[in-house]
């Protein structure tokens, strides 16, 4: 079975705290290019990045991160 990443709600999440993309950044330990790049599609972010993210937004991977069947 193949997962394709087909979108994510790391942008609705930062902006609901109202946090910037650096803020976010230094939260999980990354740079603010990796989360403008996340949010837009552009990266597909490591395992432990995923869970660091959903584990700050106090979420699950599966409901952060949309993925499709192929």
Known sequence: MELELTGNDVR???MRRGLSQA???AAVGVSRQTVNSIETGRYTPSLPLAIA???FFETTVEEMFHVKEQ
């Open 53 to 55: 993210l959903a584990r």
């Open 23 to 25: 803020d976010l950044a």
């Open 12 to 14: 609705e999440l930062r």
